[in-house]
């Protein structure tokens, strides 16, 4: 008996740490890069530049100019008027439908399985699935205001989840941004 109660709790444990592992949602990796001799550091004051970003006027554009100023006001740069800024915030929301398509090969027949439908000779056939899903591109760049050039960009890409409440998007946005922008300023 305690053999057997071992042996259960091993199974439970594994489905469990199955059933974590589910539910937990990774975050994409982004893609960072900055000129390396800038100032980051004299970085003090930022403002958005709508007039040259894309994608702002949706609903996922406002929760990202929320979550970019809560991340840099956590790190002390303030939000001002555009022509007193260190840097411009200019933003790129994309979204795009995309399939995923795999193939299995199955084997019926044959050996220690034999296929009821398939009689005595092993048979092979091809399955095909066929999933729809939406990937999100967001895109940050900071611009030096008085050069007009990017000294900093970052890309972030994953699919984006069809079944999430208002709140639950609020939240992955603000991690992905919270991400893009973790180790900022760079150095």
Same mark, same amino acid.
């Given at each position: ?23 937990a ?11 390396p ?37 956590a790190k ?14 200019r ?61 900093w960009h ?7 989840? $069809? ?6 998007? $609020? ?17």
């Amino acid at each position: 008996m305690g053999c057997y109660m071992v042996r259960l709790f091993q199974v439970l444990a594994v489905m469990m740490l199955g059933l974590l592992t589910a539910c937990a949602t990774s975050l994409p990796t982004p893609v960072i890069d900055y000129k390396p001799d800038y100032d980051f550091y004299g970085v003090k004051t930022y403002a958005f530049a709508p007039e040259q970003s894309v994608g702002m006027s949706t609903l996922i554009g406002s929760r990202v100019e929320t979550a970019i100023t809560d991340e840099l006001s956590a790190k002390g740069i303030q939000l001002v008027e555009p022509d007193k800024a260190d840097v411009l915030v200019r933003l790129m929301v994309v979204t795009q439908n995309k399939q995923d398509i795999r193939t299995y090969d199955r084997h019926y027949g044959g050996g220690a399985y034999d296929c009821w439908r398939c009689g005595m000779y092993p048979h092979r056939a091809t399955e095909v699935q066929v999933r729809n899903y939406t990937e999100g591109t967001l895109v940050i760049d900071l611009v030096d205001a008085k050069m007009d050039r990017a000294v900093w960009h970052a890309i972030s890409r994953g699919k984006l989840g $069809k079944h999430k409440s208002p709140e639950e998007r $609020k939240e992955n946005v603000k991690a992905v941004v919270g991400n893009m922008l973790a180790n900022f300023p760079p150095l």
